[in-house]
Nanobody, 121 residues
Framework: HLQLVESGGGLVQPGGSLRLSCTAS????????VGWFRQTPGKEREEISC????????RYADSVRGRFTITRDSANNTIYLQMSSLKPEDTAVYYC??????????????WGQGTQVSVSS
């Protein structure tokens, strides 16, 4: 069973930064498209970023473009989400997901358990 594990969540003040990590056990992420999602109670899950394999081209939701950056560290089998200029509305549980495909897909196969990000003063 392919597992993804997120880490790096926590409490941060508005305007602050956090870096989330997504790593995999038992398989390498180098050939996978990996996405970051977030969800708050009562709202639908939102894809906020995705990085595709080979050229690491990334896409971002309008809500985070210019503030968040997704990167791939193949040596450490980890996908990072660097979050800056955080706002209270960024508070959510953040999930990473993966699919073995050459482009960022509409649907992902494998999911992590999530990590909480809270932005508050």
């Amino acid at each position: 069973h392919l597992q993804l594990v997120e880490s790096g969540g926590g409490l941060v003040q508005p305007g602050g930064s956090l870096r989330l990590s997504c790593t995999a056990s038992e398989f390498t992420l180098v050939d996978y498209a990996v996405g970051w999602f977030r969800q708050t109670p009562g709202k639908e899950r939102e894809e906020i970023s995705c990085i595709r394999p080979r050229d690491d081209h990334a896409r971002y939701a309008d809500s985070v473009r210019g503030r968040f950056t997704i990167t791939r560290d193949s040596a450490n089998n980890t996908i990072y989400l660097q979050m800056s200029s955080l706002k209270p509305e960024d508070t959510a549980v953040y999930y990473c997901a993966a699919r073995h495909t050459s482009h960022c897909p509409a649907e992902f196969e494998f999911w992590g358990q999530g990590t909480q990000v809270s932005v508050s003063s």
